[in-house]
């Protein structure tokens, strides 16, 4: 294998519209800055993505702090995210409260575009919304992804994927952060335990299963006819679901925690268990982390940043 490098870094500021290519993005506990920081929600406050409304994929978005800008029709209108307007969302059953709102008339012009009553969410910083423990282990949050802060996948995946399918497979359809560069083995990512990008080191904890998102043309946000049998026959494992790319976390020892007793030393970074996807053959990673608190924050002395072009380190 090669030097590794990263190739790829996006990230995706409202849930299930359309990302943005970075050059370089600040990381912390949450995953990329700014990374599904925004979520919509129906009159019900449950989360709405492509999967129900492909039209979302055709939203541009730009972040900056708690304001977002949206463009979808050739129209543009500026988000404000109101801390006196709280909102409980719920994402794939989790719910997660003192959520803010924004002006109505965003949501009314959202609401008239997509054809369907939305909310825009979004998530501060002193939301919580806890990563499975029974993967990752105590002491993990995300925002509005599916589960994990940060999905991994590896360019030679994506080229082996192309080659079966008898063209190039745009790699929007997966919605990767990290796209990792570099010979290694078609599906590599499936064994790494860990990826070291700079100064930034992620722990690999559960394979990504996949839903009906990759057969959505990014351009047309139709679906593409046989794409989710084909990769079904490519990657379905024994429990029945299909894998592609690795759900990852930043390492413990790289996030200090508001109410920190344990030292790092004493958190068992090595203890590993089995999964379903595991026993399907795809790596799983549990950490054992005992009572360590939930709230984290990222270390405000040395911000975490990765860059185009970094040497990456696996294990």
Same mark, same amino acid.
């Given at each position: 294998?090669s030097?590794?490098?990263?190739?790829?870094?996006?990230?995706?500021p409202?849930? =299930?519209?359309?990302?943005?290519?970075?050059? #370089?993005?600040?990381?912390?506990?949450?995953? !990329?800055?700014?990374?599904?920081? *925004?979520?919509?929600?129906?009159?019900?406050?449950?989360?709405?993505?492509?999967?129900?409304?492909a039209?979302?994929?055709?939203? +541009?978005?730009?972040?900056?702090?708690?304001?977002?800008?949206?463009?979808?029709?050739?129209?543009?209108?500026?988000?404000?995210?109101?801390?006196?307007?709280?909102?409980?969302?719920?994402v794939?059953?989790?719910? $997660?409260?003192d959520? *803010?709102? $924004?002006q109505h008339e965003?949501? &009314?012009?959202?609401?008239a575009?997509?054809?369907?009553?939305?909310?825009?969410?979004?998530?501060?910083?002193?939301?919580?919304?806890?990563?499975? $423990?029974?993967?990752?282990?105590?002491?993990?949050?995300?925002?509005? =992804?599916?589960?994990?802060?940060?999905?991994?996948?590896s360019?030679?995946?994506?080229?082996?994927?192309?080659?079966?399918? /008898?063209?190039?497979?745009?790699?929007?359809?997966?919605?990767?952060?990290?796209?990792?560069?570099?010979?290694?083995?078609?599906?590599?990512?499936?064994?790494?335990?860990?990826?070291?990008?700079?100064?930034?080191?992620?722990? !690999?904890?559960?394979?990504?299963?996949?839903? $009906?998102?990759?057969?959505?043309?990014p351009?047309?946000? &139709?679906?593409?006819?046989?794409?989710?049998?084909?990769?079904?026959?490519?990657?379905?494992?024994?429990?029945?679901?299909?894998?592609?790319?690795?759900? #990852?976390?930043?390492?413990?020892?790289?996030?200090?925690?508001?109410?920190?007793?344990?030292?790092?030393?004493?958190?068992?970074?090595?203890? +590993?268990?089995?999964?379903?996807?595991?026993?399907? /053959?795809?790596?799983?990673?549990?950490?054992?982390? /005992?009572?360590?608190?939930?709230?984290?924050?990222h270390?405000?002395?040395?911000?975490?940043?990765?860059?185009?072009? &970094?040497?990456?380190?696996?294990?």
């Amino acid at each position: 294998m090669s030097d590794l490098f990263l190739k790829s870094i996006s990230h995706y500021p409202l849930k =299930s519209a359309q990302g943005l290519s970075l050059t #370089a993005a600040h990381v912390n506990p949450l995953g !990329l800055e700014q990374d599904r920081r *925004w979520v919509l929600v129906d009159e019900h406050d449950k989360f709405i993505s492509q999967r129900s409304c492909a039209a979302m994929g055709g939203i +541009h978005v730009v972040a900056e702090e708690q304001r977002l800008t949206l463009t979808f029709n050739g129209q543009t209108h500026i988000a404000y995210a109101n801390s006196n307007d709280r909102i409980t969302a719920t994402v794939w059953g989790d719910t $997660v409260a003192d959520c *803010w709102g $924004v002006q109505h008339e965003v949501n &009314q012009w959202l609401s008239a575009s997509l054809g369907l009553a939305v909310k825009l969410v979004y998530f501060p910083d002193h939301a919580i919304r806890q990563v499975d $423990v029974v993967y990752a282990g105590e002491g993990y949050r995300t925002a509005f =992804s599916d589960g994990y802060p940060v999905l991994v996948i590896s360019q030679s995946s994506l080229d082996e994927l192309g080659r079966l399918w /008898g063209a190039p497979i745009d790699p929007r359809r997966f919605r990767a952060n990290l796209i990792i560069g570099g010979e290694c083995e078609p599906f590599a990512e499936d064994q790494w335990r860990q990826v070291t990008v700079g100064d930034v080191i992620f722990d !690999l904890v559960k394979p990504c299963s996949r839903c $009906v998102i990759p057969s959505l043309d990014p351009e047309t946000h &139709q679906q593409t006819d046989g794409f989710l049998r084909f990769l079904a026959s490519v990657r379905r494992k024994a429990d029945g679901k299909t894998y592609l790319g690795q759900n #990852a976390v930043l390492a413990r020892h790289q996030i200090v925690d508001r109410k920190n007793i344990a030292k790092p030393e004493n958190i068992g970074m090595e203890s +590993h268990g089995q999964s379903i996807a595991e026993n399907a /053959g795809l790596l799983h990673t549990k950490k054992e982390y /005992g009572n360590a608190p939930l709230e984290s924050e990222h270390r405000e002395h040395a911000k975490l940043t990765v860059r185009l072009g &970094q040497i990456v380190q696996v294990r």
